[in-house]
Antibody, heavy 120, light 107 residues
Framework: QVHLVESGGGVVQPGRSLRLSCAASGFSFSNYGMHWVRQAPGKGLEWVAVIWDDGSYEYYAESVKGRFTIARDNSKNTLYLQMNSLRVEDTAMYYC?????????????WGQGTLVTVSS | DIQMTQSPSSLSASVGDRVTITCRASQSIRRNLNWYQQKPGKAPKLLIYDASSLQSGVPSRFSGSGSGTDFTLTINRLQPEDFATYYCQQSYSTPYTFGQGTKVEIK
């Protein structure tokens, strides 16, 4: 069964760092692009970052560019999001998602999410 | 970046109703449009991909249509478990932007 499990969330002060992990199982992780998507409390979905299957390409939302880094370890079937210089507005539930591409692309499945709270 | 605009932002409907949600892209995205359902406290779940393809396991009362800039999600014979928030997403180009969501509530 295809499964994604995020971890690493918590409460952190503004300006500090946090690293999220997303453990994948049930599929050939190294064959898929992976994404991070976040959702602030009571708000909609905001796409954050993508990394290609081989790690050769990354792309970020403007709101996190220069502060967040997406990475993956295909030997460990794990996706990461290194978050530096955290701001109050980064408070959100962070989801990882697998990208499936045939003629178009979509996200399936999503992990259950890990909550990041940035507060002094 | 491609902007995605959903309407309405919320709606009230009764069990058995037919519900239609629209999504408009700021430029043509061909058929690169997906729909997700999210229930409170849960992760989003894929309903429709490629504008009109039904994800495996999703009830056939859900359907999608459209291409270019205008898309529609239709729920026929609304069921109690369908009360949720629905998001469209374009996958034509990064960033893969989402609509702001449509909350379907019980009338």
């Amino acid at each position: 069964q295809v499964h994604l499990v995020e971890s690493g969330g918590g409460v952190v002060q503004p300006g500090r760092s946090l690293r999220l992990s997303c453990a994948a199982s049930g599929f050939s992780f190294s064959n898929y692009g992976m994404h991070w998507v976040r959702q602030a409390p009571g708000k909609g979905l905001e796409w954050v970052a993508v990394i290609w299957d081989d790690g050769s390409y990354e792309y970020y939302a403007e709101s996190v560019k220069g502060r967040f880094t997406i990475a993956r370890d295909n030997s460990k079937n794990t996706l990461y999001l290194q978050m530096n210089s955290l701001r109050v507005e980064d408070t959100a539930m962070y989801y990882c998602a697998r990208e499936i591409t045939v003629t178009t692309s979509w996200f399936d499945p999503w992990g259950q999410g890990t909550l990041v709270t940035v507060s002094s | 970046d491609i902007q995605m605009t959903q309407s309405p932002s919320s709606l009230s409907a009764s069990v058995g109703d037919r519900v239609t949600i629209t999504c408009r892209a700021s430029q043509s995205i061909r058929r690169n449009l997906n729909w997700y359902q999210q229930k409170p406290g849960k992760a989003p779940k894929l309903l429709i991909y490629d504008a009109s393809s039904l994800q495996s396991g999703v009830p056939s009362r859900f359907s999608g249509s459209g291409s270019g800039t205008d898309f529609t999600l239709t729920i026929n014979r609304l069921q109690p478990e369908d009360f949720a928030t629905y998001y469209c997403q374009q996958s034509y180009s990064t960033p893969y932007t989402f609509g702001q969501g449509t909350k379907v509530e019980i009338k």
